[in-house]
């Protein structure tokens, strides 16, 4: 079975412009959450979906959005990229939003912005 | 607030055992997880805890105690291979897949 998948697996964009990250969860599974991982830190939680509605958003400015589609997979968008955006995106999936689900990760979208 | 402590960076040799530890201090608690990293990649899930104790798996062990907001993982008998970051992250009350995670602990394994 295919894990989380994700794309692109690494992109370079300039300031100012947009991106669009894609995360495909494991076959069955229904949310999705995506991660943002500067170089040397851990991942820091962005946003949260679940049945198609956001569930949880973590301390990231209104440049950032996502959503899920109907079949549960997801897209993050970032406007107006700053410098600081330049980082590992994760997506992250699980069965649903029970406490006893084990979240698995893919392989990420390697941004940087110049 | 959220905060999750773990030492930076540990060094051990090929064939011991290193113990890596994660105090938490989370306003909720439902469930503690390892991952590991390697440099350029994902995470990678190692272990669960949400009750108190110690689950084996394999040369890896993971350990909870929820009163001392605490938790260690345990790696035996390392190998080259397990050189990597090793991440801490605990899940809040009904938080789905939304973890908050510590800095992660750098280990290199020596010959």
Redesign the interface.
Known sequence: DAGVTQSPTHLIKTRGQQVTLRCSPISGHK???W?QQVLG?????IF?Y?EKEE??R?NFPDRFSARQFPNYSSELNVNALLLGDSA?Y?C???L?????????????SWLTVV | GQNIDQPTEMTATEGAIVQINCTYQTSGFNGLFWYQQHAGEAPTFLSYNVLDGLEEKGRFSSFLSRSKGYSYLLLKELQMKDSASYLCAVRADNAGNMLTFGGGTRLMVKP
């Open positions: 949310s999705v959450s991660y830190q851990g991942p820091q939680f949260q679940y569930r949880g973590g590992l994760l992250a999936s699980s649903d939003r029970g406490s006893g689900n084990t979240i698995y990760f893919g392989e990420g």
